[in-house]
Every structure is written in structure tokens, then in C-alpha cells.
């Protein structure tokens, strides 16, 4: 009899598919999770059965307004206009062959894409979203990027051809000084219609992170110094090694010890949970992230909450609360919400101070280049 193909880990695709996860953090669970850390554990292997699964996609065209020309789009432009990285992108750029994120000076971000099955999947997403389910869920707009068209730029004055980009507009475009930080939400970020390959990856660095243990995971940060007046990046591998507790030390870094702006992206996530609780979009968010972005500059900016990257989104045709992401998300609140708490009662009790100092003992950020890019 020929054996059952498996990779490394242990984990049935069918148990997978039927899996609500579990995995999020309360906030009278916090402390038992940070004393659990200073403990030695062992993670169990785990394997899951391969099965192949074949994603097509079907190319869409989609023309620009004469607004969007006349802002500059390089798309038909005889011109070679060649936009700047995006400085402020703090993640992601996992892209094939590191293509990064660009900018221009309309307030745009435009992010990397491709014909595959994950390019497709996003911009089918967002299409979804302009025609149908904005007008089914409105209260869910302000969590979301607007989305203008899928275009093609230059990476360099010498590329032989422009690349496929997915259009945007900058939710940091307007701030001066700005603050950012990119947290992966869900415990899982595969599905099993994934190939198992990718699959494999996926769930090697989900155990690897705080995905596995508290449902999400800080994928790297941005932050504003007063002193040396750059804005400073918190790099990868700064954000793998976190645990819960250097977490916390982050996110109160990130927010300055501000309890006012904590409690604003407290009632935001808030918001995002009950929508997605009362009106389940049609797929699951899979390696989706939160983006939080605010303006240190003004002592009463607001402090921006989106969701983005949906390359890995996946059919949710029953519109099924999509328990994985939403985990994930009750777990981020309790956490920001409990770091409010520990401000208002002991301000030294998570950092030293808002500068990058921490209590923490791993805060070796490295610090980026200033926010105009070259």
C-alpha cells in the first residue's frame, strides 16, 4: 500500500478547514501568558497532508479617470517616471524578487503585484469591495485603503518594461511625523486550498512567532524620535524575536505612553469586530494585517486603523464569522487595552520611555532613512 504523502508538521488539512480558532488572549489571561514565557517550553511538531489546489484568475483592465492622469500615473505615459520606495512601509516585501512598495507625490502608495494566484486575489478584493460590499457594509470603510486601480510603473530609469502595481492612497501621505506599525493578525495565516509548500512556510512561521500564542504578531514598526528628529524602523528580526511581553513593550514604545490615543484604537478595533461580527465579509482574512498610523506632530491626530493585504484571502461563500482573524483581533484589544490600563496606574511598568528605551532589554532598532525617500 503507498503511504500517505505529509510534509514536516502535524495538522490534518480537514481539521484545519474546520478549525475556529481559539487562540486569543483575555485580558485576565495576560499575566498568566507573560509568567508561562519565563518558563522553557516545548513546541510540538506538527504535519499536515498535502493537497493540491489550483487557483485561476482572470486578468481585469481597469481605466484611469482623467483625474488620475492628469496626477501624474506614469501608466501610457511616454515619460519615464520612476516613483520613490515607500520609506514608511514597515512590512511586507515578501513580494517575489523584493520588489518594494513606491510612492508618488499625490498621495499614493502603490504596492507590488503580479498575475499569480495571490496578486489576483487581491485585487479581486478590492474590486469586490468598490462594487458590492461597500455598499453592504459602509461602516466598514474607514478601515479600509482606498483602493484607485491596478497600474504599471517603472522600478528604474534603465527596466526594460514597467511592473504590474496595485494603486492606493497613502494613509501616512499627510503626516509629518509619522508613527506606524504593521501587526499580522490570526493564529493561522494558511489555508488548506493553499499549496502545501506555501502552507508549510506559513505555519513554520506562525509557530516561530506569537501568532501560535497570542494570535497575531507585530511584523515591524515605525516610530518618530523627538530628539534626533528621524523616524526610526524597527526592522524584521526585531519583530520575530518578540514574545507577549516584549509585545507590550513595543506597542507602549509605539504609542508613546499616550492613554487617550490607546483608547482611541481600542474603540476603533472595537468597531472593526462588531462589523465583521454582524455582516461577515465573503472570505476569510488570512495573513491579513492592522495597520496603525498616527501623526506625533499634532497632540490630537487621530490615530488611523487598517486593514490590509489580502493576497491570501480565501471564499468565504456561507459568510461564516471568520473566527481566525477575529480571535486574533479580541486578543490585539485586550493587550492595547491592558497596556492603557498599566500607563494609567503605573507609567513606568512597560517602558522607560516613549524614545526607544525599554524595560524590555531587546530594543535594538535600526534607524531608517529620513521619510523623503531617495
Known amino acids: ?7 514536516a508538521f502535524e495538522v490534518s488539512v480537514s481539521a484545519a478547514a474546520q478549525h475556529s480558532s481559539e487562540v486569543h488572549v483575555g485580558k485576565m489571561e495576560i499575566e498568566q501568558h507573560l509568567q508561562l514565557e519565563k518558563t522553557t517550553t516545548s ?19 481597469i481605466l484611469l479617470t482623467n483625474e488620475e492622469k492628469e496626477e501624474g500615473d506614469s501608466v501610457n505615459n511616454n515619460k519615464r517616471i520612476v516613483y520613490p520606495k515607500a520609506s514608511r512601509q514597515v512590512a511586507g516585501n515578501s513580494h517575489k524578487h523584493a520588489r518594494t512598495g513606491r510612492v508618488d507625490a499625490f498621495g499614493h502608495f502603490y504596492k507590488p503585484t503580479d498575475d499569480t494566484r495571490k496578486g489576483m486575489t487581491e485585487l479581486q478584493f478590492y474590486e469586490n469591495w468598490r ?27 534603465d527596466a526594460a518594461k514597467p511592473m504590474p502595481f496595485l494603486k ?26 493553499h499549496d502545501a509548500e506555501y502552507r508549510e512556510k506559513r505555519h513554520r512561521g506562525d509557530l516561530e512567532t506569537t501568532s501560535s500564542s497570542i494570535g497575531f504578531r507585530v511584523c515591524g514598526m515605525l516610530t518618530y524620535e523627538e530628539e534626533s528628529k528621524t523616524e526610526r524602523y524597527w526592522n524584521r528580526k526585531w519583530a520575530k524575536a518578540l514574545n507577549l511581553e516584549t509585545t507590550m513593550s513595543g506597542l507602549d514604545v509605539f504609542f508613546g505612553q499616550d492613554s487617550e490615543r490607546i483608547a482611541n484604537v481600542v474603540q476603533k478595533l472595537k468597531d472593526i469586530r462588531k462589523s465583521l461580527e454582524t455582516n461577515p465579509f465573503p472570505v476569510y482574512f488570512l495573513g491579513s494585517s492592522i495597520l496603525l498610523c498616527y501623526d506625533s506632530s499634532d497632540l490630537h491626530s487621530d490615530v ?19 473566527r481566525n482573524f477575529l480571535d486574533g483581533l479580541i486578543s490585539l484589544t485586550n493587550i492595547i487595552e491592558t497596556i492603557g490600563d498599566r500607563i494609567k496606574s503605573d507609567p513606568m511598568s512597560l517602558s522607560s520611555s516613549s524614545s526607544g528605551s525599554s524595560t524590555a532589554g531587546i530594543f535594538n532598532p535600526i534607524t531608517a532613512s529620513p521619510s523623503c525617500s531617495n
Request: hydrophobic share 35%; charged share 25%; with cysteine.
Open 1 to 7: 500500500m503507498e503511504a500517505a504523502t505529509t510534509t
Open 304 to 322: 488611523r486603523v487598517v486593514v490590509v493585504d489580502f493576497c491570501n484571502a480565501v471564499k468565504n461563500e456561507s459568510r461564516e464569522v471568520d
Open 168 to 193: 492606493l492612497r497613502d494613509v501616512t501621505a499627510e503626516m509629518k511625523q509619522a508613527n506606524v506599525v504593521d501587526i499580522k493578525i490570526g493564529e493561522r495565516t494558511w489555508h488548506p486550498s
Open 43 to 61: 513546541t510540538t511538531t506538527k504535519t499536515i497532508t498535502t493537497k493540491t489546489a489550483t487557483a485561476t484568475a482572470t486578468t481585469t483592465t
Open 131 to 157: 462594487v458590492a460590499e461597500q455598499e453592504r457594509v459602509p461602516e466598514f470603510s474607514p478601515f479600509l485603503a482606498t483602493f484607485v486601480s491596478r497600474t504599471e510603473l517603472y522600478e528604474s530609469h
